[in-house]
């Protein structure tokens, strides 16, 4: 072989190996090419995502802001009218002492009145008998003279004044719904008493062979040591008869 044809051949050879290493290098850059488009795609996703998930995340911060101060709102209205109901509490107390307070004056002033009704009929009888004697008409009575002054007007301010305020009467569909809702509870104590009570009764157990720990009375196998349960009195087999 001559020289210039070894020369082509490797120079064939040689643009063959370039025109492979080429087509390699194509193909290599056509793989990065689509693996960078996909690992992109996939990147714009995650991106958007985020950004959705980041807008979900300041628009829940909102609302929980939101939540919070309505529920500080709440609590301020709620302690306004612990505070209102606290007021009303202790005024109602002192009502009640005071209304006892006035009862007790009441009734002081009312036996004083009596008694000094006592005094006063015994008086009036014998100046009237003195006036009789002297030839005057008798004096009226207190009641003729002025009502409120009769003891029987004081007997009934008295009944009036012990007389208490009735609370105000519950509507009957409340009243209804108390009754039912108490009869319920009232049921469901008996169901709770009577699950009680059978929940106490044990199983029948009996003791295992092997571990000797009590196991249930019908259990094939001990759950403890696996041993298969035989009973103490087997029954014996029956023998065949002879035909």
């Given at each position: 072989?001559?020289?210039?044809?070894?020369?082509?051949?490797?120079?064939?050879?040689?643009?063959?190996?370039?025109?492979?290493?080429?087509?390699?290098?194509?193909r290599?850059?056509?793989?990065?090419?689509?693996?960078?488009?996909?690992k992109?795609?996939?990147?714009?996703?995650?991106?958007?995502?985020?950004?959705a998930?980041?807008?979900?995340?300041?628009?829940?911060?909102?609302?929980?802001?939101?939540?919070?101060?309505?529920?500080?709102?709440l609590?301020?209205?709620?302690?306004?009218?612990?505070?209102?109901?606290?007021?009303?509490?202790?005024?109602?107390?002192v009502?009640e002492?005071?209304?006892?307070?006035?009862e007790?004056?009441?009734?002081?002033?009312?036996?004083s009145?009596?008694?000094?009704?006592?005094?006063?009929?015994?008086?009036k009888?014998?100046v009237?008998?003195l006036?009789?004697?002297?030839?005057?008409?008798?004096?009226?009575d207190?009641?003729?003279?002025?009502?409120?002054?009769?003891?029987?007007?004081?007997?009934?301010?008295?009944?009036?004044?012990?007389?208490?305020?009735?609370?105000?009467?519950?509507?009957?569909s409340?009243?209804a719904?108390?009754?039912?809702a108490?009869?319920?509870?009232?049921?469901?104590?008996?169901?709770?008493?009577?699950?009680?009570?059978?929940?106490?009764?044990?199983?029948?157990m009996?003791?295992?062979l092997s571990?000797?720990?009590?196991?249930?009375?019908?259990?094939?196998?001990?759950?403890?040591?696996?041993?298969?349960?035989?009973?103490?009195n087997?029954?014996k087999?029956?023998?065949?008869?002879?035909?």
């Open positions: 072989m001559s020289k210039r044809s070894c020369a082509n051949s490797r120079a064939s050879r040689r643009s063959d190996w370039q025109k492979k290493k080429k087509k390699k290098k194509n290599m850059q056509d793989v990065c090419r689509k693996i960078y488009r996909n992109t795609l996939q990147m714009e996703k995650i991106k958007a995502r985020l950004k998930e980041f807008e979900a995340l300041e628009s829940e911060e909102r609302h929980l802001k939101e939540y919070k101060q309505e529920m500080d709102l609590l301020q209205e709620k302690m306004a009218h612990v505070e209102e109901l606290r007021l009303i509490h202790a005024d109602i107390n009502m002492n005071t209304i006892k307070q006035s007790n004056d009441l009734n002081k002033l009312l036996e009145t009596r008694r000094l009704h006592e005094e006063y009929k015994p008086l009888e014998h009237d008998a006036r009789m004697t002297l030839g005057l008409q008798r004096l009226p207190l009641c003729e003279e002025e009502e409120k002054l009769s003891l029987d007007y004081f007997e009934k301010q008295k009944a009036e004044w012990q007389t208490e305020p009735q609370e105000p009467p519950i509507p009957e409340l009243a719904a108390a009754a039912a108490q009869q319920l509870q009232v049921a469901r104590k008996q169901d709770t008493r009577q699950t009680a009570t059978f929940r106490q009764q044990p199983p029948p009996k003791a295992c571990c000797h720990q009590q196991i249930h009375r019908n259990a094939p196998i001990c759950p403890l040591c696996k041993a298969k349960s035989r009973s103490r087997p029954k087999p029956k023998r065949k008869q002879d035909e």
